[in-house]
């Protein structure tokens, strides 16, 4: 009589259940990869937005920048003009009263 059993050595398990692991091990790292890759690309975008939004601040606050020196200097020659004609009013009162 004959029986057909298959005899496996203790040591190939253990290299099984190495290799199982390997083989997850790596299918992870896989996924973990591929997620990174997606961080980065969404990353990457919120910081170009950043840069972009930056720039077009950054041309704003010029604009901003000229229009109030605008402001300013206008002011600047309001209170000139101003003082100018505050000074002829002057002189204008006291040649009226110069007359009485």
Do not use: C
Not at 12 to 19: E, F, K, M, Q, Y
Not at 21 to 42: F, K, M, N, P
Not at 87 to 99: C, G, P, R, Y
């Amino acid at each position: 009589m004959s029986e057909n059993k298959i005899t496996v050595p203790s040591y190939v398990l253990g290299l099984v259940g190495a290799a199982f692991t390997v083989a997850v091990s790596w299918g992870i790292l896989q996924a973990e990869t591929a997620h990174a890759q997606d961080e980065r690309e969404r990353i990457s975008k919120i910081a170009e937005d950043a840069a972009r939004q930056a720039v077009e601040n950054g041309q704003q606050v010029a604009v901003n920048s000229t229009k109030l020196e605008v402001i300013v200097q206008s002011l600047s020659e309001q209170k000139e003009i101003q003082q100018k004609t505050n000074e002829q009013i002057a002189a204008l009162v006291q040649a009226m009263l110069a007359k009485d």
